[in-house]
C-alpha cells in the first residue's frame, strides 16, 4: 500500500491493558539484551523450547554484505545476478493466446481486459510450488494496490466506470507458469495451462461459520455464500495440502462510508471516500453508506487451488476477519493446522487458528474443509516472557450477546472487538510470521508504531517497548506443549534500528548491517531467516532513517542473531515476497512499487521523475526477480 506511514490506519480505542504498570523502564533496556538478561528464570525452559540462551559457532551466512545503496537498481552481492522475470503488464501466458499477449504498454493505454491477462500492479507475497525435479513449477504471486497515476494513461482524470474496472483487474493474484533452462535462467511459460489471474472482481465462495450470517447478507447476494473478488491482498501462506492462501490487508479503504459511522463501522476504520480509490462511483457494492455489510465480505483469507486453474477460491472466516498479512501454516503434533496471522494496523493483533480436524493425505481434495472448524485465538504478552492464547469463541471470555457476539460468526466478522474484549496486546503492527524449520520458534515483523507513547495513545509494554517506535523490531516465541498449546514463552529476536541515531530508542541492538521497518519474513530450508524491509518512502534518507538508504533484504543467523545486507532495491521500492527454490539455487523477490514518492496518487505527467526501474523507457513497474548464483551454488551459502 502507499507507505506514508502518518496515514496507516488506527481504528482501536480499546482500554486492553498496555502492561506499563508491570513493565518498568528497566525492564524495557533490559530486552535489548535478549529475554535471558530480563527473566533469567525462564531461561532454562525457554532452551528447552527453541529459543536460543548462547550464540553458537560458524556463521550461517556465506556472502559479503552489499552496502546501503540510493541507486534506482537492485544490487546484490559480488557473484550472485538478478534478472527480473514477471513485471506489472507482462501476459501471464492465458491458455488459447499467443505468447506475449496482450502485450504490456507502458503508456498506460491498456484496456481492463488486457489488464485482466497481465501481472497485476505491486506484487508481494507469493509462493513458488516446484514440480519434478524443480526446474518448473507455479509462481503464484498477489497483486496488492493500485497506483492509478500509472495504471491509466491520464491518471484519475476523467474518471469512468471502465478505470473502475481496470483497477480492479489490476489487484489479485497471478498463477503463471516457470521454466528454469540450463544456464539457470528462468522465464514464464507462454502459454500454460496454469496461467490464472483471479482479481476484484473473481467470483469466489465464502466457508466457515460467517457463510450464510446475516451480517454477511447483501442485495447483491442474499445468501450470503458468494461474494465478487479478492484485492489488497499482502502476505500469504501455503497449506500442507498444497493450496495458496491469499490475504486481504488493507480492504476498508476501498468502500465510501458514512460521515456517522455506528461503532462497528467505526472500528474498522470505514469513512467517507476511504482513499479517495472512487470505485463506489461506478460500482455500487463499494458504497457502504447504501450497502453496509458489504465491507464485511472482505478482510478475510482466501483458498486458492493453483493446480486447477477452474476453481472456484474461498474465503475462509474460521480463521477471522482482520487487515490481514499473512498466513503462516505449520501442523501440531497430532496433524492439525495451525495458522499464524498478522494484522498490520497500529495496535491492532496477532491471531492463531488450530483446526478442528488433522490434515489427511490426498491433498486438496481430501482437505477442502480444514480451514472451516476450528478455534481461533489472540495473544496476549505478559510482562514476565511468557503469553497466553486467548480464545475467539462465542460463550467464553465474555463474547456472549450481552457484550454483542448473538453467534460465533459475529464474533468472526467482529474479530477486532471480540479481541478488544478478551483482552489482547496491542501491537506495533504485527507483519510476516515465519517458523524456524529447526527449533518450531515463531517469529513476526513488528514493522514499527510511531504513535507508540504519544499523547493520547497506548503506552509502552513489554512486547512493545519503545517510544514513538520509528524502526520496528522481530519479536519471537516457542509454543509451551506445541502449535496447538495455549501458553508460550516470548522475547526480542531484535530490535531494529541504527546504532548511529542520536535518539536512543531508534538506535536498536542489531548485531551486524543496521536496519528499519522489518516486514517480510521467511526462513530457508537451512534456518537462515530472511529479513525484508519496507521503511517509507517519505522516511527513507532523513530522521532516523538518514544512513540507511533504499530498503533492503538482510540475512540473519537465528542462533547468532547476525545480520548481513543482502539485498537493496531502487529508489522507492519496498522489498517483499521471498521465497526460494527447494534446491536453494534460486530466490525469488519482489520489488514493489519503485519510484513511490509517499502516500500520492501518481502524477502521468511525472511517473518516471523517482525512479525508471526496471528500465525499457516505460513508467516503473512493480516486478518479480530471479536471483542466482553464477557459478550455480546455494544462495546464501
Same mark, same amino acid.
Given at each position: ?37 530480563? %527473566? ?35 544490487? %546484490? ?30 503508456? *498506460?493505454?491498456?484496456?481492463? #481486459? ?114 465478487? $473478488? ?33 461503532? !462497528? ?36 483469507? %482466501? ?14 472466516? #474460521?480463521?477471522?476477519?482482520?487487515? !490481514? ?72 471470555? $465474555? ?23 478478551? @483482552? ?72 531494529? *534500528? ?13 548485531? $551486524? ?42 540475512? #540473519? ?11 537493496? @532495491? ?27 514518492? $509517499? ?26 526477480? #530471479? ?11
Amino acid at each position: 500500500m502507499p507507505k506514508d506511514f502518518s496515514t496507516m490506519e488506527d481504528s482501536n480505542p480499546s482500554a486492553n491493558p498496555a502492561l506499563q504498570q508491570l513493565s518498568d523502564p528497566a525492564r524495557r533496556v533490559l530486552l535489548r539484551g535478549g529475554l535471558a538478561a530480563s %527473566v533469567g528464570g525462564l531461561l532454562a525452559p525457554l532452551a528447552g523450547c527453541g529459543l536460543p540462551g548462547k550464540a553458537q559457532q560458524g556463521s550461517m551466512l556465506g556472502f559479503r554484505s552489499v552496502p546501503v545503496s540510493s541507486a534506482d537498481a537492485v544490487v %546484490v552481492p559480488p557473484g550472485y545476478v538478478a534478472e527480473v522475470i514477471y513485471a506489472w503488464g507482462d501476459a501471464i501466458g492465458a491458455p488459447g493466446l499467443a505468447a506475449g499477449q496482450p502485450a504490456f504498454r507502458g503508456d *498506460g493505454h491498456h484496456s481492463a #481486459a488486457d489488464q485482466q491477462l497481465q501481472a497485476g500492479m505491486h506484487h508481494d507475497g507469493m509462493h513458488f510450488f516446484s514440480a519434478g525435479n524443480g526446474d518448473r513449477g507455479l509462481l503464484v504471486v498477489n497483486h496488492e494496490y493500485t497506483d492509478e497515476g500509472l495504471l491509466h494513461a491520464d491518471g484519475m482524470q476523467n474518471w469512468s466506470a471502465e478505470k473502475v474496472r481496470k483497477s480492479q483487474a489490476a489487484l489479485g493474484v497471478s498463477v503463471v507458469e516457470l521454466v528454469r533452462a540450463a544456464d539457470g535462467r528462468w522465464a514464464v511459460q507462454r502459454p500454460s495451462a496454469y496461467a490464472r489471474r483471479i482479481s476484484a472482481r473473481t467470483p469466489m465462495s465464502i466457508g466457515g461459520p460467517a457463510a450464510g450470517h446475516a451480517l454477511m447478507r447483501t442485495e447483491f447476494d442474499p445468501g450470503g455464500r458468494q461474494v465478487i $473478488g479478492t484485492f489488497n491482498n499482502c502476505a500469504h501462506g501455503v497449506t500442507p495440502w498444497g493450496t495458496y492462501l491469499a490475504c486481504e490487508e488493507n480492504f476498508v479503504g476501498y468502500f465510501h462510508g458514512t460521515a456517522q459511522p455506528d461503532a !462497528h463501522a467505526k472500528r474498522w476504520g470505514l469513512t467517507p471516500g476511504g482513499y479517495g480509490l472512487r470505485w463506489h462511483e461506478h460500482d455500487a457494492r463499494f458504497n457502504a453508506t447504501l450497502h453496509p455489510n458489504e465491507f464485511n465480505r472482505f478482510g478475510w483469507v %482466501v483458498e486458492i487451488d493453483p493446480l486447477d486453474p477452474r476453481s472456484t477460491p474461498v474465503k475462509r472466516t #474460521a480463521l477471522g476477519r482482520a487487515a !490481514h498479512e499473512g498466513a503462516f501454516v505449520t501442523q501440531a503434533a497430532d496433524g492439525r493446522a495451525v495458522v499464524y496471522m498478522g494484522e498490520d494496523a497500529r495496535f491492532e493483533y496477532l491471531y492463531k487458528f488450530v483446526s478442528r480436524d488433522p490434515v489427511q493425505t490426498g491433498g486438496y481434495a481430501n482437505n477442502r474443509e480444514v480451514l472451516d472448524h476450528g478455534t481461533l485465538y489472540v495473544a496476549r504478552f505478559d510482562a514476565d516472557g511468557s503469553g497466553e492464547w486467548l480464545a475467539l469463541v462465542h460463550g467464553q471470555n $465474555g463474547l456472549d450477546a450481552q457484550a454483542g457476539f448473538a453467534d460465533q460468526g459475529e464474533v468472526l466478522v467482529k474479530s477486532r472487538q471480540a479481541s478488544d474484549r478478551v @483482552g489482547a496486546t496491542r501491537m506495533d503492527r504485527p507483519e510476516w510470521i515465519a517458523g524456524d524449520p529447526r527449533t518450531a520458534t515463531m517469529y513476526c515483523a513488528l514493522t514499527n508504531n510511531s504513535r507508540r507513547g504519544t499523547d493520547g495513545y497506548p503506552a509502552v509494554d513489554a512486547a512493545n517497548p519503545r517510544e514513538r517506535n520509528t524502526m520496528g523490531e522481530v519479536i519471537r516465541w516457542t509454543e509451551v506443549g506445541g502449535h496447538a498449546a495455549t501458553r508460550f514463552l516470548w522475547d526480542h529476536f531484535i530490535l531494529a *534500528g541504527d546504532p548511529a541515531n542520536e535518539r536512543a530508542e531508534a538506535r536498536g541492538n542489531v548485531k $551486524g548491517d543496521p536496519f528499519g521497518s522489518p516486514d517480510g519474513l521467511w526462513f530457508d530450508a537451512r534456518g537462515v531467516l530472511w529479513i525484508a524491509t519496507d521503511a517509507s518512502p517519505t522516511a527513507m534518507g532523513q530522521g532516523d532513517y538518514a544512513r540507511l538508504g533504499n530498503n533492503m533484504l538482510l540475512a #540473519a543467523d537465528p542462533r547468532s542473531g547476525e545480520v548481513r545486507r543482502f539485498l537493496t @532495491g531502487p529508489v522507492g521500492c519496498e522489498i517483499t515476497g521471498m521465497v526460494g527454490t527447494p534446491d536453494l539455487r534460486t530466490l525469488f523477490v519482489n520489488i514493489q512499487h519503485p519510484g513511490e514518492g $509517499g502516500n500520492d496518487p501518481g502524477d502521468p505527467a511525472v511517473a518516471r521523475k523517482r525512479s525508471t526501474w526496471p528500465g525499457g523507457g516505460g513508467r516503473p513497474r512493480s516486478a518479480t526477480v #530471479a536471483i542466482r548464483r553464477i557459478d550455480g551454488g546455494a544462495i546464501g551459502t
